[in-house]
């Protein structure tokens, strides 16, 4: 395993720390390239002092409609190099190609089956700038993008293993897989990178767990990461991201089991079903979730095959959870009482097809990291699919 010298914090990072409050302890050495016991943020929710959060129910905004990616393949996540304004996004690499190393093209279904991703690097406004191939990492459900200077480090899943898929589980063609570790490396244009590459750098945060996936705070210069605890329960964890990429992971700075929104007194399951968690994004003291499931998909409910997502409608919500408490956090009262939370969202609603597909943190201003916005990714067809991005920017600031 290779390990890179570790990076300053970024000034967004440090700038956003300090408008927030003064850390309890001493920060990451800036200087030596080394990190101790001695010098690192100290452990406990106490780290994750009153930050802004976003306001859900503020208006969408259609950032980026119905670009392509490098594959066909529907986008399952994407994430923002807010330093040099670059969008990198994750799908299942498409049946049918023949890359390096390969002896004849490969279907869709071992595609699947094998793990094997497809990353498309973008501009801002959608235009294709690069691309890399994963090979044996896993489905791409959530990617972190972190930049150095001017390359970007991808965290991912990394060594994924063959496992049933949730909507099909009794198919063996509908097989996927799902990373049993993160890794971390540079996006290099063209590159085929396999998962058992000397050159990446492994990371397994919890023993004996799996499914791993991860997302970056910007903001604050953290890691989030998702996995299945050794009880099986869907949990999350926030790392200062120093720490992480020293393979240091003791002292996480939150730990939350994922709630469900079917757990919510009151919800409409009969309407909406169970939708799928699409993709997750960490800003200071919450997280932010994206579920929905795509225009016409069904579930049984109370034994009757059921639409949940509605063409035109959808059952996309987007929400958030208070990483102190591990709860929904309340939505702030307004005059007409049009705060919730979790929200529905009507953003793309007039795609064909729409899927919602990840969660992304833009920070349009470097000089004012504590501005955030947060963009939801949608896939559409038919036929090849296309990735668009609406994003909200409300904001409300900690009391």
Not at 351 to 379: K, T
Request: proline residues 8%.
């Amino acid at each position: 395993m290779t390990q890179d010298r570790i990076s300053r914090p970024s000034r967004r990072s440090l700038l956003a720390w300090s408008g927030a409050g003064a850390l309890t302890a001493a920060t990451v050495s800036l200087g030596t390239g080394t990190a101790s016991a001695a010098t690192y943020p100290s452990p406990g929710s106490a780290l994750l002092v009153p930050s802004a959060r976003l306001d859900l129910n503020s208006a969408s905004e259609n950032w980026i409609r119905e670009k392509a990616t490098r594959d066909v393949t529907i986008i399952q996540s994407f994430g923002y190099d807010n330093a040099n304004g670059h969008i990198y996004l994750a799908q299942v690499t498409q049946g049918g190609l023949q890359l390096a190393g390969e002896s004849a093209p490969v279907s869709s279904v071992d595609r699947n089956r094998r793990g094997d991703l497809t990353i498309t690097k973008w501009d801002m406004s959608g235009n294709t700038l690069g691309y890399m191939y994963l090979r044996g990492f896993g489905h791409g459900m959530s990617i972190g993008v972190e930049p150095v200077g001017s390359k970007a480090y991808l965290w991912t899943e990394a060594d994924g293993k063959e496992v049933p898929d949730p909507v099909h589980p009794d198919d063996p063609d509908k097989r996927t897989s799902r990373g049993t570790c993160l890794a971390r490396f540079p996006f290099t244009n063209g590159q085929v990178l396999d998962t058992t590459s000397s050159t990446l750098a492994k990371y397994k945060p919890v023993p004996g767990s799996d499914t791993y996936t991860a997302s970056i705070d910007p903001v604050y210069g953290r890691l989030a990461i998702r996995y299945h605890d050794t009880d099986g329960v869907m949990k999350f964890q926030v790392h200062d991201l120093d720490l992480a990429r020293l393979n240091v992971w003791s002292e996480p700075l939150a730990t939350v089991s994922e709630p469900r929104l079917t757990a919510i007194p009151g919800w409409p399951l009969t309407t909406y079903g169970d939708p799928f968690l699409q993709g997750y994004a960490v800003v200071g003291q919450y997280l932010y979730m994206l579920h929905g499931n795509s225009y016409g998909s069904t579930q049984k409910i109370n034994g009757q095959e059921t639409v949940i997502s509605a063409p035109g409608v959808g059952n996309t919500f987007i929400s958030c959870v208070n990483l102190i408490t591990g709860a929904f956090a309340p939505a702030p009262p307004t005059p007409f009482n049009q705060n919730v939370n979790p929200a529905f969202t009507a953003a793309a609603y007039s795609l064909e097809y729409r899927e919602p597909e990840g969660l992304g943190v833009l920070v349009p201003n470097p000089a004012q990291p504590g501005v955030f916005s947060i963009g939801m990714g949608f896939a559409s067809g038919p036929g090849p699919r296309l990735a668009s991005i609406y994003g909200k920017a409300g904001l409300i600031q900690p009391s």
